[in-house]
T-cell receptor
Framework: DGGITQSPKYLFRKEGQNVTLSCEQN?????MYWYRQDPGQGLRLIYYSQIVNDFQKGDIAEGYSVSREKKESFPLTVTSAQKNPTAFYLCASSYPYNEQFFGPGTRLTVL | AQTVTQSQPEMSVQEAETVTLSCTYDTSESDYYLFWYKQPPSRQMILVIR??????QNATENRFSVNFQKAAKSFSLKISDSQLGDAAMYFCAYSGGYQKVTFGTGTKLQVIP
């Protein structure tokens, strides 16, 4: 079945640690995106990638990093520089001029 | 920069009745796409309906339809015969294509039995 997977579903981080959230898609989409969602709020774009080995900062990129070495994969690293990382993280992918397909999300909590 | 505004943080509707969720947007582009997404308590984002700006005809998907007013930059979602499973957060979104997608802040819909 085609789709987007995110892992883990729940992630706990100690202060000062870097953590990496996984996002994989087998839809053959060129574009992939990372969003952050805080309680009761909409989606804010962290990073997006239109093609392999290329990515652009979104609205809230500070404290995050990404890579796009393969078309299918777009991992997000939450670094220790991100001061308030507790949130729900959503990954999405799309063809050009089409709707985005979303993964099930990762809930990150800082201990 | 594009902006998307959903002015109704919460709405409620009686089961089997009709409800309309509002969305306005601001853009200088002439070619773009608009979407409504549903996020139930599971938090999985699900596409409800899409509208291409070059199409004058309003999109319809079963009980869901839109009222697209390009000149007014308005894109409302109408849900007919509301069901308990329609209860969710609804997000309006704008896309200029390969560019980033801009989401509104969402409307929480409650369906009353």
């Amino acid at each position: 079945d085609g789709g987007i997977t995110q892992s883990p579903k729940y992630l706990f981080r100690k202060e000062g640690q870097n953590v990496t959230l996984s996002c994989e898609q087998n839809l053959n989409h060129d574009a992939m995106y990372w969003y952050r969602q805080d309680p009761g709020q909409g989606l804010r774009l962290i990073y997006y990638s239109q093609i392999v080995n290329d990515f652009q900062k979104g609205d809230i990129a500070e404290g995050y990093s990404v890579s796009r070495e393969k078309k299918e994969s777009f991992p997000l690293t939450v670094t220790s520089a991100q001061k308030n990382p507790t949130a729900f993280y959503l990954c999405a992918s799309s063809y050009p001029y089409n709707e985005q397909f979303f993964g099930p999300g990762t809930r990150l909590t800082v201990l | 920069a594009q902006t998307v505004t959903q002015s109704q943080p919460e709405m409620s509707v009686q089961e089997a009745e009709t409800v309309t969720l509002s969305c306005t947007y601001d853009t200088s582009e002439s070619d773009y796409y608009l979407f409504w997404y549903k996020q139930p308590p599971s938090r999985q984002m699900i596409l409800v309906i899409r509208q291409e700006a070059y199409k004058q005809q309003n999109a319809t998907e079963n009980r869901f339809s839109v009222n697209f007013q390009k000149a007014a930059k308005s894109f409302s979602l109408k849900i007919s015969d509301s069901q308990l499973g329609d209860a969710a957060m609804y997000f309006c979104a704008y896309s200029g294509g390969y560019q980033k997608v801009t989401f509104g802040t969402g409307t929480k819909l409650q369906v009353i039995p």
